[in-house]
Nanobody
């Protein structure tokens, strides 16, 4: 069974940065595609980025070069570096393994002055 534990969220000012991390168990991140999603209050959960097993990562249009997804095969984690945070990035961020229906508890990112 896949288990996911997200961390690294927090309260930041516009223009700030955060590095989110997802600790994965039950599957090897080096052998499966992994993705980040987010859900803002009152909105549907939306896809943010995917890192495939062996191909270029892909990003949602709103990312605009500000996000970078990566993985650490030794630690079995997937990370999301977010730069130049905007108010509209406020959401709970989740990671997900392709082929699994499991979700973690998410990590809250709040962008505020």
């Amino acid at each position: 069974q896949v288990q996911l534990v997200e961390s690294g969220g927090g309260l930041v000012r516009p223009g700030g940065s955060l590095r989110l991390s997802c600790a994965v168990s039950g599957v090897s991140v080096s052998r499966t595609a992994m993705a980040w999603y987010r859900q803002a209050p009152g909105n549907e959960r939306e896809w943010v980025a995917t890192i495939p097993r062996a191909a270029l990562s892909t990003y949602a249009g709103f990312v605009k070069g500000r996000f970078t997804i990566s993985r650490d095969d030794d630690k079995n984690t997937v990370n999301l570096q977010i730069n130049n945070l905007q108010f509209e990035d406020t959401a709970v961020y989740y990671c997900k393994a392709f082929g699994s229906n499991s979700w973690g508890q998410g990590t809250q990112v709040t962008v505020s002055t």
